[in-house]
């Protein structure tokens, strides 16, 4: 169950990126500067985010076949206090499963987390406080 959870999918714009570290060889690295410089690139990152953006488009039918599977949210799935009290009140408890970002609400407590949330998969980034982080720790996968 979602309860009323938003799900939006979203475009990344500044702001809302996440690091992500690469190493390469000196020779590999040697070319990603060239081309830099010959000006086919503003800098390395232009290049790397073109070139996963140029992979993510060949594998774009695996990557909805994948999230067609096992039912996963693409973009941004939000719980709020009032959702995960619908939950409780509903006996149920949430399998979240995202593409993207889940956010849970920084008024949710750990308890709440705890007595809604079985489990949390998230192909992205999770944002939650710190609380319900260590609350769930063992429920994220």
Known sequence: MKANSTAIEVR?????????TVNVGVVD???VDLLVQEGFY???????????????????????QAVARRTLTVGLLHYSRSDLEAVLAAG???QVQVVGLARIADDVSPELALATIESVLVLGALQASPAVRRALFDRIH
Do not use: W
């Open 42 to 64: 503003s800098n390395r990152s232009d290049l790397v985010r073109t070139a996963l953006r140029n992979q993510l488009a060949l594998h774009a039918d695996v990557v909805k």
């Open 29 to 31: 690295l040697g070319h």
């Open 92 to 94: 149920q408890r949430l």
């Open 12 to 20: 990344q714009r500044a702001g809302e990126t996440e690091k992500m």
